[in-house]
């Protein structure tokens, strides 16, 4: 390097010399190869070393200075859970306790059935009360149905024939004895109500009530046939099937003559059924209660023997029996009863396996 610079400063000092003193031109004397310089060598620029280019936004002269782990803490924000309800839980809640109304032992009607259900003038009617016996056992009743036109609240337009019935614990629909029937009167429809009364301790007319103590009512009206639709007649149901009665002797009718009064003489006569296919004998008798008292015969006529053929037939009872004069209108009933080879007093049934009961009334004269 050195000698490179020297002959540098040589060669400027011959220019210099040149310029200020114009003589010829000299002969150069060449010189020895050795004396030729070498060639001046290209600087080469080194091969840039790979300086490590820190990452954006930290300036090239820095010391990568590692950061320093500060640890920040959070924020003393206490945020409240949020009160996620938890699902409820289906408690089962008691129904309220409803006091249920103590409904007095007795008897008490619920519903009564009409016969059509829309009647027409000169069409028979019947009548089928529900009755509910809430008491311990069976209840013997005396009863009929009452039939009051709208207008006459007071009086009774009609009723049913009574009839004494043991009404059995529970609910259960009795079918009245005999009908109603109510003539034509101009109008198009008449307005009627029905009530059934039974006879108390002191042979009054009494009206059953519902269980919660009002008087049971039906209203129901009586039309002209031309103003009540006709109906399509139902399908014809299957007949029934009517049990065949065991042979035997039966009661199905009793006629008392003359109409029950008092002062009067009565007589009885029963109609037998024999059934058996060949000649019964019997010694038998009425038994006439009052119906009031279902467990103590108030009279009876006298025993007598008859022999039944097959033919069924009326035949007079022995002896009569008279209410006296003095008194109103009393309720009673009659049984036919036998004696069986006990000497005990058995009744006579009817052919459908009921005990055979005719109830009737005897008023003044």
């Known amino acids: 390097m050195k000698r490179i610079i020297m002959l540098a400063l040589a060669l400027l000092v011959v220019a210099l010399t040149a310029c200020g003193n114009p003589t010829p031109t000299p002969t150069l004397t060449p010189l020895p190869p050795t004396a030729v310089p070498p060639a001046i060598a290209t600087a080469t620029k080194p091969a840039p070393t790979a300086t490590a280019v820190p990452p954006t936004g930290v300036p090239p002269s820095a010391t990568a200075v590692p950061p320093t782990a500060t640890v920040v803490p959070p924020t003393a924000t206490v945020v409240p859970p949020t009160a996620t309800k938890p699902a409820p839980t289906a408690t089962a809640v008691p129904p309220t306790a409803i006091p249920a109304t103590a409904v007095p032992a007795g008897l008490y009607v619920s519903t009564l059935r009409i016969q059509p259900d829309r009647p027409a003038f000169n069409q028979d009617v019947t009548f089928a009360p529900t009755f509910i016996n809430t008491a311990t056992g069976d209840q013997n009743i005396k009863w009929t149905v009452y039939i009051f036109r709208a207008d006459q609240a007071n009086v009774s337009a009609n009723e049913t024939t009574a009839q004494l019935t043991a009404f059995p614990v529970g609910a259960k629909e009795f079918a009245s004895l005999g009908s109603f029937r109510y003539g034509p009167t101009g109008r198009v429809c008449e307005y ?130 008279t209410l006296p004069l003095g008194g109103d209108c009393e309720n009673y009933f009659a049984r036919v009863g036998w004696q069986d080879a006990n000497n005990q007093n058995q009744f006579f049934m009817k052919p459908d396996g009921t005990i055979f009961t005719k109830s009737f009334n005897v008023c003044p004269p």
């Open 192 to 321: 009627f109500f029905a009530r059934v009364g039974y006879f108390d301790s002191e042979n009054k007319i009494k009206y059953f009530t519902t269980p919660d103590g009002k008087t049971y009512e039906k209203g129901f009206q009586v039309c002209d046939l031309a103003v009540i639709p006709t109906l399509a007649p139902a399908p014809a149901a299957p007949p029934t099937a009517v049990p065949t009665p065991k042979p035997g002797l039966f009661v199905t009718d009793l006629r008392i003559q003359p109409v029950p009064q008092r002062g009067a003489d009565l007589t009885f006569f029963p109609t037998f059924v024999n059934t058996s296919g060949g000649q019964m004998s019997f010694t038998w008798r009425v038994f006439v209660y009052k119906a009031d008292n279902a467990n103590t015969s108030y009279s009876e006529t006298t025993w007598q023997l008859t022999n039944f053929n097959t033919a069924p037939g009326e035949v007079l009872s022995l002896g009569k029996w």
